[in-house]
């Protein structure tokens, strides 16, 4: 079975979701920048192993990076999940550990990267938000797509509103992905595009607004 290491900095509810789907996956360990993030006392309460591994405590984001790595080197998992994990990887990291690393990401991509991507998606007055897990690369939210989901952006919706309706995606579509990585359907296509083998028709990999609720 394949293992994961899941990296969070607060609430863990996408964390929650990879739990809950029950996928044939051993999650080594929880760890977070921040000791009180809910999340680890989430997966705590759960049996699973957590550790804190405070970024502040460290003078760069190297030495913060080099720590991180070293951890994740000792529990040794074959994916580095991350789920609301508020920290820029230096290269480094990201290069320490090629296509081993997937981020959920809360808008459209290569729409909105970056934060505040909910307020900034109504200010663009955009018809169609949503989510994207994709691989990390040194590109800031810019690695390869494994799935996205869509919703319709309605009218009146606030920040909150629709911010509720792309986690309910969020927490559909990371499973999803995880899934194809463990049971090792994922292959990188020339340009770095990800296909995963067995989907069938490519739309397996995207959620419609009609199916989104
Ligand atoms: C999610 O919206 C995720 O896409 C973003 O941070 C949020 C984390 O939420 N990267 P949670 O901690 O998983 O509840």
Redesign the pocket.
Known sequence: MKSAVVL??????????LVEAQLPLEVRAVVSNRADAP?LEWAAARGLPTRSIEHKAFASREAFDQALGDVIDELAPDLIL?????RIFSAGFIRRFPRRIL????SLLPAFPGLQTHARALAAGVKLHG?TVHVVTPSLDGGPIVIQGAVPVLPGDTEAAL?DR??AV?HRIYPQAVRWFAEDRVEFAPGDVVRVRGSGVSSDSMISPRDSR
């Open positions: 969070i900095s607060g609430r863990g509810s996408n964390l929650r979701a999340g991350l789920a609301g994990f508020m981020n959920i990401h809360p989510a911010a792309v986690l969020e």
